[in-house]
């Protein structure tokens, strides 16, 4: 659904930007405040392209190459809405969800940074979409191996699978536990959903994730000074996937 607006300019539902607008590569942070300061950190020249509902897109270069970052709003329809609107309607390429997770596995500490090459969802968002089939949800591997390949063998890096859960709140006895067994890194609540998007319009998706902490080993939480340093090392990963 594309809307004629009266100046006979393109929006869509959520996106109150032209065609051009968007870079090819857009960051993706779940908080709407977060994209523009991740914005102004990156770029000098950062203009607001979108603010529908509050969810601020920007556009502006890094080292003279083009870049968009925008909020994703939280959980998997919100990320879902945004990402096929940018996919669909305004000529973007790739997206990287940069965030925080919940860690999991017992490797990863708070303040680490996790490439989630899949995402296990307790979401119904992806078994909708090939009937009788578990999609499974996975990064665009040129990302992931930019990333990595960025991380320089950091030992704060983890790369491998993380959970997208369509709750924050609600406990599932041993769940957390099982996925732990499992090996999974940590669990945010969007990856799965965006990695399906980025499949469905045959386009490339990664998310890059800040441990801000852990729902095993007893650790305190990621003060919010820490949150902003911390994060800083896994924007860099995702800065270097977006321009490869
Ligand atoms: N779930 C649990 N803990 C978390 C999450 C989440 O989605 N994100 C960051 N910490």
Same mark, same amino acid.
Request: charged share 20%.
């Given at each position: 659904?594309?809307?004629?607006? &009266?100046?006979?300019?393109? $929006?869509?539902?959520?996106?109150?930007?032209?065609?051009?607008?968007?870079?090819? $590569?857009?960051?993706?942070?779940?908080?709407? &405040?977060?994209?523009?300061?991740? #914005?102004?950190?990156?770029?000098?020249?950062? &203009?607001?392209?979108?603010?529908?509902?509050?969810?601020?897109?920007?556009t502006g270069t890094v080292n003279?190459?083009?870049?968009? %970052?925008?909020?994703? *709003?939280? *959980?998997?329809?919100?990320?879902?809405?945004?990402?096929?609107?940018?996919?669909?309607?305004? *000529? %973007?390429?790739?997206?990287?969800?940069?965030?925080?997770?919940?860690?999991?596995?017992?490797?990863?500490? !708070?303040?680490?940074?996790?490439?989630?090459? *899949?995402? @296990?969802?307790?979401?119904?968002?992806?078994?909708l979409r090939i009937p009788g089939?578990?999609?499974?949800?996975?990064?665009?591997? &040129?990302?992931?191996? $930019?990333?990595?390949?960025? $991380?320089?063998? #950091?030992?704060?890096? @983890? !790369?491998?699978?993380?959970?997208?859960?369509? @709750?924050?709140?609600?406990?599932?006895?041993?769940?957390?536990?099982?996925?732990?067994?499992?090996?999974?890194?940590? %669990?945010?609540?969007?990856? #799965?959903?965006?990695?399906?998007?980025?499949?469905?319009?045959?386009?490339?998706?990664?998310?890059?994730?800040?441990?801000?902490?852990?729902?095993?080993?007893?650790?305190?939480?990621?003060?919010?000074?820490?949150?902003?340093?911390?994060?800083?090392? #896994?924007?860099?990963?995702?800065?270097?996937?977006?321009? !490869?």
């Amino acid at each position: 659904m594309l809307l004629l607006r &009266k100046d006979q300019t393109m $929006a869509t539902p959520h996106i109150n930007a032209e065609m051009g607008d968007f870079a090819p $590569a857009v960051l993706m942070p779940g908080d709407p &405040k977060r994209a523009e300061r991740i #914005a102004h950190m990156l770029m000098d020249d950062a &203009k607001l392209v979108t603010d529908v509902r509050g969810m601020l897109g920007f556009t502006g270069t890094v080292n003279g190459r083009p870049l968009s %970052v925008m909020g994703s *709003g939280m *959980g998997q329809p919100s990320a879902t809405i945004y990402a096929t609107e940018l996919y669909r309607w305004f *000529g %973007v390429e790739r997206i990287i969800r940069v965030g925080t997770c919940g860690g999991i596995s017992p490797k990863v500490k !708070v303040g680490d940074v996790v490439v989630a090459l *899949g995402a @296990h969802t307790d979401s119904a968002m992806n078994t909708l979409r090939i009937p009788g089939v578990h999609f499974s949800a996975v990064a665009s591997f &040129k990302l992931a191996s $930019a990333a990595v390949a960025a $991380a320089k063998e #950091a030992d704060n890096v @983890h !790369v491998g699978t993380i959970i997208s859960r369509d @709750h924050f709140y609600l406990p599932v006895e041993g769940q957390v536990q099982k996925l732990a067994d499992y090996g999974v890194l940590g %669990v945010e609540m969007e990856a #799965a959903a965006m990695y399906g998007v980025a499949a469905e319009f045959g386009k490339e998706a990664l998310t890059v994730l800040t441990v801000s902490d852990h729902l095993l080993d007893g650790s305190a939480d990621m003060t919010a000074e820490e949150r902003e340093t911390k994060f800083r090392g #896994a924007l860099d990963l995702a800065v270097a996937a977006a321009f !490869v």
